[in-house]
């Protein structure tokens, strides 16, 4: 690569990188390919390897070809370009401009970038440069669909303006959506350390070859695995896992179950970007985590996703193993904290909100307003939460409207429950509240006003809930980075007052509808309730009724030959519903003979 400067008749000129081919590169590499790709059946035998290593080969070798037509690398600079702009990462990553008409297929001409390797700078913002450029390559794989594979320190720069620039873009891959979406799913899992369901993940990604279905399920294979990724995401990289310990681990499972795991060919590119990637974290801080440095990029798509299959990983992170009972579910308040924190590092770091060179010299006066913030906030709530009429549903919606509904339900129970306390008991040993509202107690056992365990534990997890939306209010106050409701002025509580309701007009239409939907749960939920609900059986002491009235029984028993009313009671025998359904109605009528004397 030369540095050179362009001309023109105006006398402006530009600096320029030139890249030229070398000559005859194209036939040294099929040469070396050639070599390789014969070799490779005899290398899979003698180390009894079920990688397709073949297949590995044919993948490397079309890249490497595909790498020395420089017109093709231009095309890859100017798509990723163009796909980044509608990212929260258009302002602090891009690709060096092409001149296109400098350009040929064997002489790449771009602008010149100033800036130093990533791996070398010593500036205060790698380390948010290192989260960047994690999620610009996240974004790669799984979103705008073309990776730049070769991300070796020298194609990654910090510019003087504290941006990332990527170099070299002529080694790329693309993965199909149904990969893009289980790589998700495998990445949720890892971050939420739900080990349980790696097996899976590298089977449908083709990790475990198809004849080994059964290994998934197999408890070694569960356990093993969950220890070497539990390592892993401890951080450190490599150098913080017992690499003999893994290798005797993996060696066990061989000797059992034969060498069950492989390397898909479509994964060669991808282990190739991420582990340079890793490299440039850990020489930054010894204990960076690449998986836990995911989580920013995971949690963004989990919220934001529409797509249906995304609703099957956003429940496997926040239900955990619960996810598949819609009826009992009930979300998790760690993982739903793990996620809130994930994506608000995503909105954080994506934007390069954290680099000092962003803040200038006085990093208060690029504070935004209060008002600001909280349209901002206002906005991003709207659109994650709000279901416009005739727009289709999204994953965390449907989630969003579930749990507020039982959330909602559990709390009436719980609120009716304590106001019945509260309102005193009368001798018959009912609520004075219950028995104004519910005179005969019709509804005193129905599982609509009793509170179950469901209920408690939903409440619970709501006041956890409220206590983590209270904890990042105050830790995003302190550091500055928040809206600071507390110190709020009284012109500034008036103009976010005027912000919510234009919104909230703005958007009627939207708010009725998300609101019918909620209603339409709460509905379904008391139905269900209903119809699979037991009333909760009530044990009552005996009143005088009932003594009277055994006594009257034992005393008639021999002119009516053990009838009562003349009725055979052997052929319908007693049961403790039926029993506990005679006592309450003794009671019940005992209580309104009293009112009657009063």
């Known amino acids: 690569v030369y540095r050179a400067k362009t001309s023109s008749r105006n006398g402006e000129s530009r600096d320029v990188a030139i890249k030229i081919q070398r000559p005859d590169i194209l036939a040294k590499i099929a040469l070396d390919m050639y070599i390789i790709r014969n070799v490779s059946p005899i290398l899979k035998g003698a180390l009894n390897l079920s990688t397709d290593l073949v297949g590995l080969t044919d993948t490397w070798a079309k890249g490497f070809v595909d790498e020395c037509d420089y017109k093709s690398e231009a095309e890859n600079a100017i798509a990723f370009q163009k796909s980044i702009v509608n990212t929260p990462l258009k302002d602090v990553v891009f690709a060096p401009a092409v001149l296109q008409d400098l350009t040929t297929t064997k002489i790449l001409t771009s602008e010149w970038v100033v800036g130093e390797r990533l791996d070398r700078s010593k500036q205060e913002d790698v380390t948010v440069l290192c989260s960047i450029a994690m999620n610009t390559y996240l974004t790669m794989m799984l979103e705008t669909g073309l990776l730049h594979c070769d991300p070796h320190p020298g194609n990654l720069l910090r510019t003087p303006e504290g941006k990332l620039c990527i170099l070299d873009w002529g080694m790329v891959t693309t993965l199909p959506n149904n990969i893009q979406i289980r790589l998700i799913e495998h990445m949720a899992h890892l971050t939420s350390a739900d080990y349980d369901e790696i097996p899976g993940d590298l089977y449908d990604l083709g990790f475990i070859p198809k004849g080994n279905a059964e290994v998934v399920t197999d408890t070694d294979v569960v356990e093993t695995l969950a220890e070497i990724y539990g390592a892993w995401t401890g951080g450190g990289g490599a150098a913080s896992v017992n690499v003999n310990k893994v290798i005797a681990q993996l060696q066990d499972l061989t000797a059992t179950r034969g060498n069950i795991f492989q390397i898909p060919p479509y994964f060669a590119y991808i282990a190739k970007s991420f582990s340079v990637l890793e490299g440039i974290g850990l020489s930054n801080d010894a204990e960076y985590s690449i998986v836990n440095e995911c989580l920013p990029y995971v949690s963004k798509r989990l919220l934001t996703d529409p797509q249906d299959r995304m609703g099957g990983a956003l429940g496997t992170f926040i239900f955990g193993p619960d996810k598949n009972d819609e009826e009992t579910r009930i979300i998790d308040y760690e993982r739903v904290e793990q996620l809130i924190t994930g994506f608000g590092g995503y909105s954080t770091s994506a934007s390069g909100a954290l680099a000092p060179s962003s803040l200038g010299d006085d990093a208060s006066s690029s504070t935004p307003k209060s008002t600001e913030q909280l349209s901002t906030l206002a906005d991003q709530m709207f659109d994650l939460l709000i279901i416009e009429n005739d727009a289709k549903i999204t994953p965390l919606q449907t989630i969003f409207l579930e749990q507020l509904a039982k959330i909602i339900s559990s709390s009436s129970r719980s609120l009716w429950s304590t106001m019945r306390e509260a309102s005193g008991k009368l001798p018959t040993g009912r609520s004075v509240l219950g028995t104004l509202v519910d005179p005969l107690g019709l509804w005193r056992t129905s599982p609509v006003v009793q509170v179950s365990n469901l209920d408690t534990k939903t409440i619970e997890t709501t006041r956890n809930l409220i206590d983590l939306l209270q904890k990042t209010q105050s830790s995003s106050s302190a550091s500055g980075s928040g809206l600071d409701v507390q110190n709020l002025t009284q012109d500034e509580i008036v ?80 049961s403790p519903r039926l029993e506990n359904a005679r006592q309450l109605l003794g009671s019940l009528q005992k209580e309104a003979q009293a009112q009657q004397q009063i």
């Open 495 to 574: 103009e976010i007052s005027r912000i919510l309701v234009n919104k909230i007009w703005s958007r009627r239409d939207g708010v009725m509808n998300t609101g019918g939907l909620l209603l339409e749960n709460l509905l379904k939920l008391t139905a269900n309730k209903l119809e699979r609900g037991e009333r909760e059986i009530m044990f009552l002491p005996p009143t005088d009724t009932d003594a009277n009235s055994k006594e009257r029984t034992e005393a008639g028993g021999a002119s009516n030959g053990g009838t009562i009313d003349g009725k055979d009671q052997s052929s319908s025998p007693s």
